[in-house]
Each structure stands twice: as structure tokens, then as C-alpha cells.
């Protein structure tokens, strides 16, 4: 007598000379076809969402208002104090991404070593304690300096993030919930101009209100890097919040949700070889996706940086202008939210992109075309509505179509190295002299999520094609190839999420 195990294997009953092994598999936790219980199913996930997302959450925020912080800065007289005529705001704000480029990938490939719950915490600690450093800076080429080094602190936290969640959820409950932690960026936008708005009426003798920003706000990061280790397992089988049939579930329906890509589907099992890289890169949906990234993410930085000098050009003060940030990034965190929630539900992620970057293209229109400043102001909550959404959409979206492990981790950091080339081309469209009206910044982002729209439409028609070839058995030559373990999201059984 035979009855499928909890791990999607067969036990035979009347051989096991283990009771305990019998009755747990009798138990009513585990269904009869060898997959998990939904009770036990919610149970594990509830306990991850309560033990791991509210501190990523936290780290992305900090993470999202140290790095925008500075355009709050500006309008405070960060400008006038450092001299900063002509193009070299923008240059200080491009070269935080030289380094932010570069170690994209790298940073992927060893968070397992060096165990995700400190190396997560260790780049929010390094980039706080660099933040504060801008308070201190007296030039231009000081400037410089920290926004280096701040950018390659920052570098490997958000693809980390991804692979991190991807270690605990399956394919299609992780948009969600990176649509939770990643919500903490347009809210970063309505903490960071609140905050802005206090801090910069601080005035010492040496230092006069823009320095604190960074000082108050990079402060708190180190705070929470020093808290946040004692909190974060590195993978399943570290959290010791779940008991250990919830560990061993937990390995089980990662193994089960990966349809066939890896023999084991747990990332503990996993090493790492260049078979996978090259996996990674060279496939049309990470090249699609990392394309479409670089689209969406121009708008998003662009937006995040120069947001309370669009609105001080509506003929605001200082201090109004960095409240009236408040409200459009407060209508893009309910927007990830929602966009996050429902995409998870119907299993999609293209349609909302395609939505979505028209919904964005429709507020940059209002900026052009009108000459009222509500009506322009009115555009920026399209805007934020559209395009903050798209972040989290566009990296769910590659994470779903890519297994095993390393090929996710090379896969996801690739297309976050390309997406963030495009902060080479957001950090300069938005220019002193195409003040006030910024026409020229308005239309470049309505070009690159006119990209977005083409691109979107062909990864849709693409994984329509390839999971209709693989349902018809077009595929199971692949079969043959050998270990069907290294076939990864090759397998005839992955299905791409369109």
C-alpha cells in the first residue's frame, strides 16, 4: 500500500517501520495527493508575512528616502550652499548609479553565503552611516564622494529583497508581497517631504537646515540595521518561528510550486555553477523584462527625484511644495497595494502593466498640456498611480518565469543592473534651463513607457505561444536532454505567467 508523502512522495505504508512517520502522513495537515493543506499553507504564510515583509518594508523605506532625500535637499538650499550651477546637481545624482550598476549581479550571487538576514541588514547599516556623511559635506566634490559610495551601498538591496522573498513564497503569492515592501517607496516620498518640511528649519552655527535631513534620516537607518539581524531568518529552515512541521512544509510546497523546474525546489539543496548564469541571461524574458524595467524605472526615479521641484516651479514656497509631494506619493502606495493584490489573484502581470504606463502616459500629458497649475498638479497623481506600480510588477513578473535559485538570482539582478542604466537618462530630464515648464523631461518619459506598452504586449504574446506549446507536448522533447533538474524554467511542465 502506497500514499503520496508530504513532499510530493510516495511512502509505502506497510513497510515503514515508523509510526510517527505514518501518522504524520495520515494527518489531516496534508492532502491526499502529496500537496499541503491549505490550513497549513495559510498558517505558513501568515507567520512569514507577520516575521519577514514588515522589515523589509521598514528597509526599503529608509532605503528609498535615503536615496531621494537629496531632492528634498535641494530646494532647502543644498543648491545655493554647494555651489551647484549649471548640470552638476545632476551629475551628483547620476553618479550615485555607476557603482549601483555594477554590483547588481554580484550581489545576488552571494547573498545565500553570506546568509541573507545579515547581508540584507549590513547594506542598510553601510549606506546610514553614509547618508549622514552628506550632512557633512562642504563641496561639490564631497558631494560626489558620498553619492559613490551611497550607490554602492545601496546596490545589492533590492534584488536581494526579490530572491529573499522568492525563498519563502510561492510563484504567484510573491508579487504581493513585494508589492507590500515596495509600497514603502512612494510612501518614502510623503515621509520624506514631512520630514524635509521639519528638519530644514533646524539652523545651528555650523549648519543651516538641509544637513539634518540626512543626519536625522540616516541615522535611523543605522538604527534598524542593527535591529533587524536579530529578526530575519536566512532561509525556511532558519525560522525559528515556525514549528518544524512548518519548516519541513514550508521546503514542501517550494519543491511542489516549482513544477518540475529543479528536483528539489529548495534553495538550501542548490549550488551555485555558470550552467545557471548562463541560463539567467541568455532567454527572452529576462531580455524583454530587464528592457521593460529600464523603461518603467525612468519615470520612477525621475519622479522621486525631481517631484518637489516640479511643484515649487506651480509657484509654490519651499515648504508647500514639500508637503504638496505628500498626496501623490500617498495615492502610489495605495496603488502598489491594490495593483499588488489583484495581480496575485488572477496569476497576471502584463495586462496591469499595459494599464498602467497608460494611466502614467496620461498624467505626463496633463503636465504638457496644460497651463493650470491644479490641472498639472492634478497629472502628478497619475503619474504616481501609474508608474509605482509598474516596479514591483515588472521584477514579479521575471521572478515568476525564471527556477530554479541561481538562475533567478543572476536573472533578477541582470534586470536590475539594465533597469537601472536608465537613471543615466532620469537624472537629466529634468534641467535648470528647461525650467519651468520641463516639456522636454514630460515627453522623455512618455517615450520610454510608450516602449513599455510595445514591450509588455510582446512578453504577452510570447508566453502565450510557449505555454501553449508546452501544453500540447511541444516541448517534451526537452525530456530527453538528460536531468530534468537542470532544465530549470525550461521544463515542458513550467508555465510562464503571462
Known sequence: MTTPNALGGVQDLEKSSQPEEIEKIQSPLYDHQGGISPELDKRITRKFD?????????????????????????????????KLDSDKFNIALAIFYVPYVCYDVPSNLVLKYFKAGYYLPFLVGAWGIISMCTGFVKSYAGLLVVRFFL?????????????????????????????????????????????????????????????????????????????????????????????????????????????GASQTGDVEAESFSWFWVRRAILNWQTIFLSLNFFAIITPIYSFSLFLPTIIKTLGYTSVKAQLFTVPPNVGGFFSVLLVGHFSDKFRVRGPFMIGLATLAIIGYIMQIASDKPLTRYGGTFFVAAGVFPCSPLVMGWLTNNLAPHYVRATGTGFQIMIANMAAFIATFTYLQKDAPRYTAGHAINIGVLCLSLLLSTTNIIYCTIENRKR??????????EGDEGMLGYRHPEFKYTI
Open 50 to 82: 507577520a516575521h519577514i515583509v514588515p522589515w523589509l518594508f521598514a528597509l526599503w523605506l529608509l532605503a528609498f528616502i535615503d536615496r531621494s532625500n537629496i531632492g528634498n535637499a535641494r530646494i532647502d538650499g543644498l543648491t545655493e550652499d554647494l
Open 471 to 480: 501544453a500540447r507536448g511541444g516541448r517534451d522533447y526537452r525530456l530527453a
Open 151 to 259: 550607490g554602492l551601498a545601496e546596490a545589492g538591496l533590492l534584488g536581494g529583497m526579490i530572491i529573499y522573498l522568492a525563498m519563502f513564497y510561492r510563484r504567484h503569492q510573491l508579487l504581493y508581497r513585494i508589492s507590500l515592501f515596495y509600497c514603502a517607496a512612494p510612501l518614502s516620498g510623503a515621509f520624506g517631504g514631512l520630514l524635509a518640511t521639519g528638519l530644514a528649519r533646524i539652523h545651528t552655527s555650523g549648519y543651516k537646515g538641509w544637513p539634518f535631513i540626512f543626519f536625522v534620516e540616516g541615522g535611523v537607518t543605522v538604527v534598524v540595521a542593527c535591529i533587524t539581524p536579530f529578526f530575519l531568518p536566512h532561509t525556511p529552515t532558519d525560522a525559528k518561528f515556525l514549528t518544524e512541521e512548518e519548516r519541513e512544509a514550508a521546503i514542501a510546497r517550494m519543491r511542489l510550486d516549482s513544477h
